[in-house]
């Protein structure tokens, strides 16, 4: 039978499998590079056959990059975490990985999507709730429909428009924020600074307070 040995990984092991130079610098350099190929995208442009290429490079990196920027966010945690001082690394792997995930969730209506995974959720709880009340005398025939396919319709539908109205102003803020961050001129500015800091962890962790990981 196939074994995978890192999917039997705890959290813990793989928070130090992170916590090492090398691997955190080649980390940076890698995810930096994700979000400055837009830089060599727009440069080759003129250039049939390379600007194709990188078109295509850009198109499966922009995907690709929604994963990579969820590692960049937890690899950002394990040196906040372990290296208290090196807020600088720490700071440009959430600032990369945020970059990187929002460059894919803004080309998606988020309130919407907030709003039914509220509802979703909330239909679930609520059903869960009230199935070991459907035999109750008096109320069982109120539970019964709020746990039939109607009921749980028309409380998902008010949860929706609920979520949908309250949470709608805050996920406008955070699409505006994923905008200017998945925009070209930020990412390759984030992705060029990714790669310096990742390139002075391999020369020199020190200055940029990384010390010895336990």
């Not at 590692?71 to 945690?77: C, E, K, N, P, T």
């Not at 990985?97 to 907030?114: C, I, N």
């Not at 803020?173 to 060029?192: H, M, R, T």
Request: charged letters at 5%; proline letters at 6%; one cysteine or more.
């Amino acid at each position: 039978m196939l074994q995978i040995p890192f999917l039997d990984w705890t959290l813990p092991e793989i928070m130090a499998y992170f916590q090492d130079d090398w691997i955190l610098a080649w980390v940076l350099i890698l995810s930096g590079g994700l979000l400055a190929i837009w830089l060599l995208e727009n440069i080759t442009d003129p250039v049939p056959i390379l600007g194709s290429i990188f078109d295509f490079l850009v198109a499966i990196g922009t995907y690709l990059g929604f994963f990579v920027g969820i590692l960049d966010i937890f690899v950002g945690y394990v040196v906040w975490t372990v290296q208290p001082g090196a807020t600088i690394v720490a700071g440009v792997l959430i600032l990369m990985g945020f970059s990187l995930v929002m460059r894919v969730l803004s080309k998606f209506p988020l309130a919407l999507l907030f709003a039914v995974a509220i509802a979703i959720f909330g239909v679930i709880t609520i059903h869960g709730f009230l199935i070991p009340y459907i035999s109750t005398p008096v109320i069982g025939t109120y539970v019964a429909w709020l746990t039939s396919g109607k009921g749980m319709l028309v409380i998902g539908f008010i949860i929706f428009c609920v979520a949908y109205v309250l949470g709608g102003l805050i996920i406008k803020i955070l699409e505006l924020i994923g905008k200017i961050f998945a925009s070209v001129p930020v990412s390759v500015i984030v992705g060029l600074a990714a790669i310096a800091v990742g390139v002075i962890i391999i020369l020199n962790p020190s200055l940029l307070s990384i010390g010895p990981w336990p």
